[in-house]
């Protein structure tokens, strides 16, 4: 039997794009994980959200994420995939709790469409620049949509069912065969991915990979 390869390669493997070993070493991490999050979920959300989601977001956003992460030895990688986990869990919880208070959400009806396009807009580029309401929303919907469609499609429908259509969380979560935690969850990963195709126009202007 070939013996694994130590840690610290398998870090060096994983940061240079080998997914095997990122997956190798995330699964080492699970156990200690699974030991550290076991009871940070409170426990009126535990229906909405369980361990499985949180980690199973963890894991997804840590491969995503891995060419950023700076090796700075010891357990440097299982302390990344801990802040991983606590800030999708942070974000998780500010939403339920926010969807529970009412949320913010607006019936959809096809008039409120392109408000719901500037809403968006503006709460992802923290601007709208623009002198006449009107073509602001015109624009937002027009970059937005352009952007959407470099997204992978299970971004593009969280963010059209919740942010656009302005359906409850809990009937999206139904819709997408998820919990309303990790529903949340995904949201946030395709807002950033949102934000930095608005944040560089030639991103979600030039041809889909």
């Not at 593009?156 to 979560?173: C, F, K, M, N, S």
């Not at 529903?183 to 195709?197: E, G, I, K, P, T």
Request: charged share 25%.
């Amino acid at each position: 039997m070939v013996p694994a390869p130590p840690r610290n390669e398998l870090i060096g493997r994983a940061v240079a794009g080998d997914q095997e070993a990122l997956a190798r070493l995330i699964a080492q991490y699970d156990g200690s994980l699974r030991s550290r999050f076991r009871n940070r979920i409170p426990a009126q959300w535990l229906a909405l959200l369980s361990l499985d989601d949180l980690l199973q977001e963890t894991y997804t956003d840590a491969f995503l994420d891995i060419a950023d992460f700076v090796d700075r030895g010891g357990d440097s990688f299982e302390h990344w995939l801990v802040a991983i986990g606590k800030n999708s869990l942070l974000n998780a919880i500010a939403c339920l709790e926010a969807e529970k208070r009412g949320g913010g959400r607006i019936p959809y009806s096809p008039g409120q469409r392109d408000s719901s396009f500037a809403a968006l807009h503006e709460l992802l580029s923290s601007s709208m620049t623009t002198p006449s309401g009107r073509v602001a929303k015109e624009e937002a919907k027009a970059s937005l949509e352009l952007a959407m469609d470099r997204l992978p499609r299970d971004y593009q429908t969280v963010v059209r069912l919740y942010d656009i259509e302005g359906h409850p969380a809990v009937d999206v979560a139904t819709t997408m065969r998820r919990s309303p935690g990790a529903v949340f969850m995904l949201r946030a990963r395709a807002h950033r991915a949102l934000s930095r195709l608005l944040g560089d126009p030639l991103n979600y202007l030039s041809e889909s990979a």
